[in-house]
Structures are given as C-alpha cells and as structure tokens.
C-alpha cells in the first residue's frame, strides 16, 4: 500500500503541474501560429502536454483507488501501463530530445524569434524539459510493458500519423509547422522524419530494457528474502 500512496502522490503533484502548464498556455500564449490551420494541435509539444495532462490524471485516480478500495483495478492498471509505456514515456523523451538537440544547433529552428519573446521561460522548459521527469517514473513505478511487437507498432503507429498530419498541413495550409522544416528539400526532410522514428524507436527499447530489468530483478530479490 505504501507503493500506491508513493505513485499516488507523485502522479498527483505531476498532475497539477501539466494543469498549471496546460492551463497557462491557453490562456496567456496566443501566439500567430495557433490561429493558423491545425491551431495548437499542430505541435507535438503540445500534443505531449495534453497527454501527460491525460494520463497523470488517470494514473492518480487509479491508485486513490487502489487505495480507497484496497484492490487494484486492473482494467485501468493495464491502460496506465500500455500509456505509459508507448506513448508517454517515448513521446515525452522524444520531445525533449530533439528540441534540445535542434535548440543546440539553432535557438529558432523550432519556433520564431517572435514566438520565442513571448514564451516565458519557465514555460519553455515545463514544455521542453519537465517531460523528462518521466523517465524518474520508470525507475521507481512498476510498470508491465506489453509485447514487443505491440509496443514497436504503437510507437511507429502514433510517429507515422503525426508525421502525416504534418505533412497534411504544409500541404493543405503551406504551413511547415517547425521553422527549420522551410529549409530542407523532400530528402532531407524524409531523413529528419526516419532519424525522429529511430529516436523515438531507441527510446521505447531504453524504456522497456530498464523497466523489463530492474523490476525482474526486484522480484526475484523479494522472491528469495520472502
């Protein structure tokens, strides 16, 4: 019990962070770009926000459930696990990784310097780094990954249509969603897309190595000193 109060709380205070975040930005950022086609929803920062907004709120009313209840719910146990691991987890890590590494090579390859002025910059990094916190989760929250073959389609499942909806708005609006994406030609941006994938592919396999690793062995340990 003492393990669903921990992942309570911590899902909890997660929670009302991306309610704070989530909450501010639309209200106080309103930027060119989110009146254009697509809105907000064009980008996957903010597509990760809501997800994370989503999924901590699920995840700490399932474990006040637990607790309240003193029995698991195994239905929404298994979605928060499935969530978790295919979506927010390499998602949020994707994220960070790449606007950090593209930030690194040109501080206006992801937004406008107008953009940039008006994105304070305790935002910009409950935005851009804050999702990392998630990988905190996967080292002291239990997780059950599910199968190889449903994970990998998931990820590639979920990078596949965002990477159409993309490509859909450049085409039907002539909005490159990213600035940097103005400069590339057709081979270079399929190339940015595959090494995204691969990215965001390395991450699941980060994800479910640690996982798959350090609660075998914590079981095994409680196993034998049982």
């Not at 962070?17 to 907000?40: D, S």
């Not at 953009?115 to 780094?129: C, D, G, K, R, V």
Request: with cysteine; aromatic share 20%.
């Amino acid at each position: 019990m003492a393990g669903a109060w921990r992942a309570f709380i911590f899902h909890y205070l997660c929670f009302l962070v991306h309610l704070i975040g989530v909450t501010y930005h639309l209200t106080e950022i309103n930027l060119e770009a989110h009146k254009t086609y697509g809105g907000r929803f064009k980008f996957l920062t903010f597509i990760n926000m809501v997800l994370q907004l989503v999924y901590f709120n699920m995840a700490a009313v399932t474990e006040l459930h637990e607790i309240i209840r003193k029995r698991k719910s195994e239905i929404f146990a298994s979605l928060c696990d499935y969530t978790f691991a295919c979506f927010v987890f390499p998602i949020s890590t994707t994220v960070s990784v790449l606007f950090w590494g593209l930030y690194a090579a040109d501080p206006y390859s992801c937004q406008t310097p107008e953009e940039a002025l008006q994105i304070p910059a305790w935002l910009n990094h409950y935005m851009h780094t804050f999702p990392l916190v998630t990988s905190l989760e996967l080292c002291f929250i239990r997780h059950k990954y599910p199968s190889r073959k449903k994970g990998v389609l998931s990820v590639l499942g979920f990078a596949v249509a965002y990477t159409a909806w993309v490509l859909w708005v450049a085409f039907a609006a002539d909005i490159w969603v990213y600035p940097f994406l103005k400069k590339l030609d057709a081979v270079f941006i399929s190339a940015f897309f595959a090494a995204a994938f691969a990215v965001a592919l390395f991450i699941y396999f980060v994800g479910e190595w640690v996982a798959v690793r350090k609660w075998v062995q914590d079981s095994s340990l409680e196993k034998k000193t049982a």
